[in-house]
T-cell receptor, first 114, second 110 residues
Framework: DAGVIQSPRHEVTEMGQEVTLRCKPISGHNSLFWYRQTMMRGLELLIYFNNNVPIDDSGMPEDRFSAKMPNASFSTLKIQPSEPRDSAVYFC????????????FGSGTRLTVV | GIQVEQSPPDLILQEGANSTLRCNFSDSVNNLQWFHQNPWGQLINLFYIPSGTKQNGRLSATTVATERYSLLYISSSQTTDSGVYFCAATGGEGAQKLVFGQGTRLTINP
């Protein structure tokens, strides 16, 4: 089991550019979550999917953020256009839906917007 | 939604000491986990423990769901235990949203 795989590990981009973060959940897991970690706000949920369908995107900060899950093994989080305040670590997590199972997190993508 | 509070925010100990980290939550929980965020930023799952007691080596955790708290015990601390420990829970409305506490930053000095 390779765990939750995120790419890239680090991303440095200029303000105004489009950024795409990628996530491959654990095979067989049917729920996927995107989190953002900042010093000011800690770890906060942005959006989550069940069976590839977005369920709750109330944590997405602005329309500049969008997320997709075209199939059970891949999800993207896109920021367009990026701004310096988007600099943070973005984590993806997956789980096997049902109350008896925990969440497994990827290694995160550290995004720096200059 | 559920609220999660951790204490203390910071803890500095000498190698070999024991420590207890606390997590209080505001509602009944379906899921409660303890994570360790290491110096490289990785979130390592330590325990899935919505109730009861579990042990893994020098670490153990207890959740008393009826009283809405969980404790993480670290015995004979090592410098590699340093990092931030997070408690996270789902419960109440939005039962799939894993809500994190603000963390306890543990520093183990040699």
């Amino acid at each position: 089991d390779a765990g939750v795989i995120q790419s890239p590990r680090h991303e440095v981009t200029e303000m105004g550019q489009e950024v795409t973060l990628r996530c491959k959940p654990i095979s067989g897991h049917n729920s996927l979550f995107w989190y953002r970690q900042t010093m000011m706000r800690g770890l906060e949920l942005l959006i989550y999917f069940n069976n590839n369908v977005p369920i709750d995107d109330s944590g997405m900060p602005e329309d500049r953020f969008s997320a997709k899950m075209p199939n059970a093994s891949f999800s993207t989080l896109k920021i367009q256009p990026s701004e310096p305040r988007d600099s943070a670590v973005y984590f993806c997590a997956s789980r096997l839906r049902g109350f008896s199972y925990g969440y497994t997190f990827g290694s995160g993508t550290r995004l720096t917007v200059v | 939604g559920i609220q999660v509070e951790q204490s203390p925010p910071d803890l500095i100990l000498q190698e070999g000491a024991n420590s207890t980290l606390r997590c209080n939550f505001s509602d009944s929980v379906n899921n409660l986990q303890w994570f360790h965020q290491n110096p490289w930023g990785q979130l390592i799952n330590l325990f899935y423990i919505p109730s009861g007691t579990k042990q893994n080596g020098r670490l153990s955790a207890t959740t008393v769901a009826t009283e809405r708290y969980s404790l993480l015990y670290i015995s004979s601390s090592q410098t590699t235990d340093s990092g931030v420990y997070f408690c996270a829970a789902t419960g109440g409305e939005g039962a799939q949203k894993l809500v994190f506490g603000q963390g306890t930053r543990l520093t183990i000095n040699p």
